[in-house]
Nanobody, 122 residues
Framework: QVQLEESGGGLVQAGGSLRLSCAGSGRSFSRYLVGWFRQAPGKEREFVAT???????AYADSVKGRFTISRDSAKNTVNLQMNSLEPEDTAIYYC????????????????WGQGTQVTVSS
């Protein structure tokens, strides 16, 4: 069983930055594919970014160039640095882990955190 916990959400003004962190339990967490997803009210959950244990990453077009995903395997954490935030980025952000393989669809991920709220004011 894997447990994930997000932190770092909050309220920022447009153009500001936030850094989200996902802390994962388990000895094998450093080998998991870890992704960030977000869901705004009335919208489908959407892919934001993902990263493999060896550092290959992928981003949604909507955040490419503004967000950076990274991981610190020694600390069992995956981070999402969010810069140049826009009101459209407002959502609950979820950390998710996939035990094997590559994927960007939410239903392919095995474990999920509880989410952290990000609100960007105009």
């Amino acid at each position: 069983q894997v447990q994930l916990e997000e932190s770092g959400g909050g309220l920022v003004q447009a153009g500001g930055s936030l850094r989200l962190s996902c802390a994962g339990s388990g000895r094998s967490f450093s080998r998991y594919l870890v992704g960030w997803f977000r869901q705004a009210p009335g919208k489908e959950r959407e892919f934001v970014a993902t990263i493999t244990w060896f550092g290959t990453s992928a981003y949604a077009d909507s955040v490419k160039g503004r967000f950076t995903i990274s991981r610190d395997s020694a600390k069992n954490t995956v981070n999402l640095q969010m810069n140049s935030l826009e009101p459209e980025d407002t959502a609950i952000y979820y950390c998710a882990a996939k035990t094997s393989g590559w994927g960007m669809a939410a239903d392919m991920y095995d474990y999920w955190g509880q989410g952290t709220q990000v609100t960007v004011s105009s």
